[in-house]
């Protein structure tokens, strides 16, 4: 689910990564979100009022009275928000939340809020990594607050370091993942979603084949993701080990690719959304020997012949589906990827790239990028059961349009 109509109060404390809020603000709002910005007056320093409020479309608050005599409330500013996020917040900002020193408007609104509260620290790395930070941090979560922990960089001082704000993208995703988590709105009820997974396996002879280490985890994360969301999910995987905790997903088994393409058209008129994850052979042997294959000669030869192109073939024929592809990489990455949007006539495209370290087959995380003819985001690394919700929400997002 997206953060679509979410009222989100955003607070500003004085750090050069204030800057960064203006993509924040702006990327909420392109979300359908809501925004009111406040900021403590050393903030005023690095970022003007003007161009926040422009980009939030309201006012934004710095002190507990206007020049004009207004009460600013900051009980109604708390009360008003259904998610509060404080971006960047300083060492000092975050030592104030921690013990009550409620001296400026942000602080006394925060300790009004009953809403969840999100903290993205920005700091020089010796302040990060200070024991008082630290502390500051785990009461913070111990006040059931959500850090968003800074990243490692090159920070305004110079130094490199953990210590720079997380990135407008990465505090996104992190807030719709959390919506999407509590709210566990049936926001895919009514859809059915086709999902092919895994590696195939092209028989040689009875005994071998040719195939791949797709390990089908972020097919079957998808697959439970949507159900999660209220779709009818079907899907189609070929040989993993994977199981499947929901068993609302109906899972059809197939080994090689034409099995898979033949799979897919039982269903194909019917579905609303098709993502293709798996892992399909590009090519097949011609022949499958009746028998094993004997060592007798120095050399074997095996004649192969082109797969079918399974989403290919759903591009060609889609009349009301939404298709979305994965490319997975090693050079030319985005260009690569954009070329299969156009040439397969999907909606959506999933990079992951085999350079980026914990990427792609086989492991437990992956770091995406998602294309569509208009749009480019990037995702942080992140275990695909993150990464399925992060796919669906853009998914969502983009049927809202
Ligand atoms: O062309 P390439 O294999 O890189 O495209 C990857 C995308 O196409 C993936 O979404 C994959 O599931 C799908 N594909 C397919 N059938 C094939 C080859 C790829 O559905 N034979």
């Not at 005023?44 to 608050?61: D, G, I, Q, R, W």
């Not at 060609?316 to 070329?339: D, I, P, R, S, W």
Request: with cysteine; glycine share 6%; aromatic share 6%.
């Amino acid at each position: 689910m997206s953060v679509s109509g979410k009222k989100i109060l955003i607070a500003v404390s004085g750090g050069i990564a204030a800057y960064k809020v203006h993509f924040l603000i702006r990327d909420f709002i392109k979300q359908g979100a809501e925004v009111q910005v406040i900021m403590t007056p050393d903030a005023e320093h690095f970022v003007t009022k003007l161009s926040l409020a422009t980009l939030s479309k309201k006012p934004v608050y710095s002190d507990f009275y206007d020049n004009n005599g207004t009460w600013n409330s900051h009980v109604e500013l708390a009360l008003w928000a259904d998610l509060m996020i404080v971006a960047p917040c300083t060492a000092n900002t975050l030592s104030k939340m921690i013990h009550g020193m409620c001296d400026n408007l942000v602080i006394a609104t925060y300790m009004s809020a009953k809403c969840p509260v999100f903290i993205a620290p920005a700091m020089d790395l010796d302040m990060y990594a200070h024991p008082s930070t630290k502390m500051n941090l785990e009461l913070a979560e111990s006040y059931g607050h959500f850090i968003i922990p800074a990243e490692n960089g090159e920070l305004a001082s110079g130094l490199i370091g953990q210590g720079r704000m997380a990135e407008p993208a990465t505090i996104l995703s992190t807030v719709e993942n959390y919506v999407t988590d509590v709210t566990v709105e049936r926001s895919l009820e009514g859809k059915t979603v086709l999902i092919t997974a895994g590696p195939t396996y092209e028989a040689i002879d009875p005994v071998r084949f040719i195939g791949n280490h797709s390990s089908g985890k972020m097919g079957f994360s998808l697959a439970e993701e949507a159900s999660k969301r209220g779709a009818k999910v079907i899907l189609i995987s070929g040989p993993s080990s994977q199981t499947l905790t929901d068993k609302n997903v109906e899972l059809h088994k197939v080994t090689s690719a034409k099995e898979m393409l033949a799979k897919v058209f039982e269903f194909y008129d019917k579905i609303d959304i098709g993502i293709a994850s798996a892992a399909v052979a590009d090519y097949a042997p011609k022949d499958i020997a009746k028998e094993k294959i004997k060592k007798n000669d120095e050399n074997l030869t095996i004649e192969l012949v082109k797969n079918p192109d399974i989403l290919k073939t759903m591009g060609e024929k889609k009349t009301h589906q939404f298709l979305v592809g994965f490319a997975l990489e090693t050079q030319n990455e985005e260009e690569n990827a954009k070329g299969k949007l156009q040439k397969k006539n999907l909606d959506m495209i999933v990079l992951n790239s085999l350079r980026d370290e914990g990427a792609g087959f086989k492991n437990d995380t992956n770091k995406i990028k998602i294309f569509t003819k208009t749009e480019k985001r990037e995702f942080d690394l992140k275990s695909k059961g993150e990464v399925a919700k992060d796919i669906l929400n853009f998914v969502e997002s983009q049927l809202l349009k």
